[in-house]
């Protein structure tokens, strides 16, 4: 059982910037994957970024590419999701997804989920 906590989000203005972290419980935590993923309000959950199991492996939508970077600490079990030049469409319940090894880009592929954590970019 891998358990992930989000922390992070908050209100923010367009333009600006907001990391968040998620941490898991596990003692492997170097060999998952750990995505991000978001929801707005009335909209189907969507793949937002990943890092592989090994480091040199990132992916991001297209809709995030250049503003969003994520990152991993395998001492802290932790992953980053720096959002800059946020906009309001951003706006969603973003939450982080474990699975082992290699990436997925769409949610069914992924065994274990945080609680999300609410982002709001206001205009």
């Known amino acids: 059982q891998v358990q992930l906590v989000e922390s992070g989000g908050g209100l923010v203005q367009a333009g600006g910037s907001l990391k968040l972290a998620c941490v898991a419980s596990t003692r492997i935590f170097s060999n998952y994957a750990i995505a991000w993923f978001r929801q707005a309000a009335g909209k189907e959950r969507e793949f937002v970024a990943a890092?592989?199991?090994?480091?040199?492996?990132?992916y991001y939508a297209d809709s995030v590419k250049g503003r969003f970077t994520v990152d991993r600490d395998n001492v802290k079990n932790t992953v980053y999701l720096q959002m800059a030049s946020l906009k309001p469409e951003d706006t969603a319940v973003y939450s982080c997804?474990?699975?082992?090894?290699?990436?997925?880009?769409?949610?069914?592929?992924?065994?274990?989920w945080g609680q999300g954590t609410q982002v709001t970019v206001s205009s």
């Open positions: 997804a474990a699975r082992l090894f290699r990436y997925a880009a769409t949610s069914d592929q992924y065994n274990y």
């Open positions: 890092m592989d199991w090994a480091p040199n492996g990132e």
